[in-house]
């Protein structure tokens, strides 16, 4: 029977769920361009199509993780080539889960995804939620209307599907108590530091070595080929917007816009639904009404509509066209905070409440920013549509760089000198790399074609002068070859002096005994836990490597990142004791076993999965199929 009153609301579902495109686009996932094609089959799992429009938001989207985890990398260098396998992966693996969740009869409430929306202070502005933002958002992401709606709903889906297996894990006394034994063992330990640094600084390197040395390892001392090359940048930040548009011209775009700048009305509905109510029923209600009770508590105990009943009979916001005519006409009468009198629906009988009242008022000071921005938009457009094709014609064939640059009004800039590795600027583009070493820019001296960087960034190169490869002279590398023999011979010295070292521990000398006499820092370390801070870390991890099964102390040496030479003896490890944690440090390591449960369980279902699942990918058919 609610059914049909269901049906009705799908359209506020919608709206209100529109609300998560600012979570992806405040992720940055809009400041990629998005190409591809809706209509073309990227992959199929088990029959169901993923698109090549749906692929290339997925990677713009794991571009923009990179980018956001490591700041200052150039966005030229992820090539869609590289990242795109891994991502069809995931997309595989996602489509699996949702579909096994499906399959298991899980589902996601719309109506409870809005609740959740509408109470995120980021999706609004003002307090209130923007339409125009949001359209102006998924736009940008490449989604309609009904795409985004099944791409948010199939990530809600697929987090559900997951939750239940964490939710489901459970860690038994046993593995508590194992986990409690490795996690919070302790271990006893004396060390001894032989340090590298004094070593390097006591040898003393010949002329004779060193030349020796630069002899037998010339093919390290090579200077790699270079190339300095002219290049025209082209972006929309050389567009100068400064008085582009005239106050006439924003004008007369708001007369040609002003017919659908229609001011708006969205009201914001809650209501307790009574299938097949009785007289004494409504009367009850109506009194507890009367009586000042609240009425999302009332909802929440008698309203049949189990999607909005547990947030208060919540509905969300309607422009007049969601729901039927007798609810939509019932909500219009009420002031903000009334409840209306019994309205019938095909779905049963309704008490409606108006929760709140938003009016966006269309006029001139609104929606002048809105179109100078838009006008200035389209001239940068236009502007770059047409420098982009002029630098494409000025720069085949062309002798200078300088005479296309001047004639575009651009700047032709000159490279620092580099190589086939690339270097800071210009050169960190891997196409740029490529195109200033092929054959066409080095031996035939043409222009490169113009190179398309992303975001609109375009550069075109001519070589400047080319640096063949040669042999470094000695004068040239003698600090470093110094450098080299130094570390070669103080790395064999220490490997001698720490041999000694550790067969007089071994031989039964103590760590302080054998340290003191040879003048070197020791520390004997307590009670120490793989957690511990304040001390040394590179000696912690090692000793946590040893063996405790050995009946007796055991000795072993290792060098450390910095190249120090270290002897380790390790004298007592004690079993952490579950017993012995506090309720904290006991859940922790429940959650800890339990999740580690969890992702071996989903990870093995996953597998399962893929190996039952019928692939199909680089299927390029029509949406129809």
Known sequence: MLDSFRTNMKGIAFAIVVLIAIVFAFSGIGSLSVSGSASETAVKVNGERVSELQVQQALNSEKQRILNENEGLDAALLEDDLIRPQVVEQIIGRKLLSQEASTGGMAISSRATGKLLLDTPSFQTDGRFDQELFLYRIRNLGYTSASFLEMLEENLLIDQFVRGFVASGFTTSNELELLASVVEQERDYYYLTAPLQPVIESVKVTDQQVAAYYEENKNSYQAEEQVVVDYIELSPAQFDDTDAVSEEQVKARFEEQAQSLESAVSLQAAHILLAEP????????????????????????????????????????????????????????????????????????????????????????????????????????????????????????????????????LTAQVSDAFTRSGAAGIAAFPTVIKAAFSDEVVNEKYASEVID?????????????????????????????????????????????????????????????????????????????????????????????????????????????????????????????????????????????????????????????LADAKIVENAVVSSAE
Do not use: C
């Open 278 to 409: 009785d007289a004494a029923l409504i009367s009850e209600i109506q009194s507890k009404l009367d009586a000042g009770e609240d009425f999302a508590a009332l909802a929440k105990q008698y309203s049949e509509d189990v999607g909005s009943a547990d947030f208060g009979g919540d509905l969300g916001f309607t422009t007049g066209d969601t729901f039927p005519d007798s609810f939509e006409t019932a909500l219009a009468a009420l002031e903000v905070g009334q409840v209306s009198a019994p309205v019938e629906t095909e779905s049963g009988t309704h008490l409606i409440k108006l929760v709140d009242k938003q009016e966006t008022v269309i006029d001139f000071s609104t929606e002048r920013g809105r179109i100078e921005q838009e006008l200035v938009s389209e001239l940068r457009d236009q502007w770059l549509v047409e420098k982009l094709a002029n630098l494409k014609e000025l720069s085949f064939n062309a002798e200078s760089l300088g005479e296309v640059a001047a004639d575009l009004s």
């Open 453 to 609: 960087l992303g975001d609109d960034r375009y550069v075109v190169l001519k070589l400047n002068k080319s640096i063949p490869a040669r042999q470094k002279e000695l004068a040239e590398v003698k600090d470093s070859v110094v450098a080299a023999i130094s570390s070669d011979l103080a790395r064999a010295e220490l490997a001698e002096q720490g041999s000694a070292l550790l067969a007089r521990v071994e031989g039964g000398e103590s760590v302080e005994t054998v340290a003191k006499s040879e003048d070197l820092d020791w520390q004997v370390v307590l009670d120490a836990k793989r957690s511990t801070g304040n001390i040394n870390g590179d000696v912690n991890r090692f000793v946590f490597q040893l063996p405790t099964t050995a009946a007796s102390d055991v000795t072993e040496s290792f060098y450390t990142r910095n190249g120090d030479f270290v002897v380790v003896v390790l004298t007592e490890v004690t079993p952490g004791d579950s017993s012995k944690l506090s309720a904290e440090q006991k859940n922790n390591l429940i959650y800890a076993g339990s999740a580690a449960n969890s992702t071996r369980e989903l990870k093995a279902l996953q597998d399962r999965l």
